[in-house]
């Protein structure tokens, strides 16, 4: 099994084909084969790094609440053990939030980051919303049930009038032989209520493409537009009558944007 130590955590890691390294890191709830979607397609002509962030999966070490801050420094071991840095860095969500502290505390790490659908700073309906999942969480220790109650903030109604798709996406989840528990739903939810970079952003100098889904109901486009205008020489793009996770509902699109996004970014370092 691929561990590593990072920052007082034992790490699971995999990383799929050669080249530029691309550093997937992923949102609340989500472990590695959250970006199952992207692996192949993406390990053909770069390196392609997954893991499961404390909290979730079969990363192991303090519980309790976590932060940003934190997730960033065991991101950032993980690249520096696998001596894959600089990386180009493509969080989501939560993992958004956690690549703007990777690229602010831990530059030297971070080739390029995109961004998607994350906030720099939760505003009182995200406050509210995530303590809203936090008291599901607690009523539901069934992972199944959790997130049924959670997807309709994260898809569109194209995914839900897809019958297939939604018994896959459940049989995928009931099949999870290491099922988030409540305590580490918990944990990660307060990372993404403290989370707090806005007033900061300003200082990131990795090239930065921001993306959001317009009808993001979870993270709406007014978080990526204030990066966007803090980021120096940010780019923005938004997914037209997308919701939270254009990953993993237009794999195809999502997957040519990061393509263009690290070829891009990896021809101006030359």
Request: glycine letters at 10%; charged letters at 15%; a negative charge.
């Amino acid at each position: 099994m691929p561990f590593v130590e990072s920052a007082g955590y034992r790490v699971y890691y995999e990383e799929h084909g050669s080249g530029e390294a691309i550093l997937l890191i992923g949102g609340i709830t989500v472990d590695h084969t959250g970006f199952g979607f992207q692996v192949e397609p993406l390990s053909r002509r770069h390196r392609v790094i997954v893991y499961d962030n404390p909290g979730v999966g079969r990363t192991a070490g303090p519980s309790g609440p976590l932060t940003t801050a934190v997730l960033a420094e065991v991101a950032a071991g993980l690249i520096y053990a696998l001596d894959a840095g600089p990386a180009h860095v493509v969080g989501a969500s939560m993992g958004g939030a956690i690549a703007q502290e990777l690229a602010l505390e831990h530059a030297t790490s971070v080739r390029s980051a995109l961004l998607q659908c994350t906030w720099g700073r939760a505003d009182a309906f995200m406050v509210a919303l995530f303590r809203s999942w936090q008291t599901i969480a607690r009523d539901t220790p069934g992972l199944l049930d959790r997130y049924r109650a959670f997807w309709p903030w994260v898809f569109t109604p194209a995914f839900f009038a897809a019958p297939d798709v939604v018994a896959g996406a459940e049989e995928m989840t009931a099949a999870n032989p290491f099922p988030q528990s409540v305590q580490g739903f918990l944990d990660q939810a307060e990372a993404c209520i403290a989370h707090d970079a806005l007033d900061r952003v300003a200082a990131i100098g990795a090239p930065t493409l921001i993306a959001v889904g317009e009808s993001d109901l979870l993270v709406p486009p007014r978080h990526s537009f204030a990066l966007h205008e803090r980021i120096p020489g940010s780019l923005l793009h938004l997914w037209p009558k997308m919701g939270h996770a254009p990953w993993a509902e237009i794999p195809d699109a999502f997957n040519r944007l990061v393509e263009i996004w690290v070829d891009g970014a990896a021809a101006d370092r030359t």
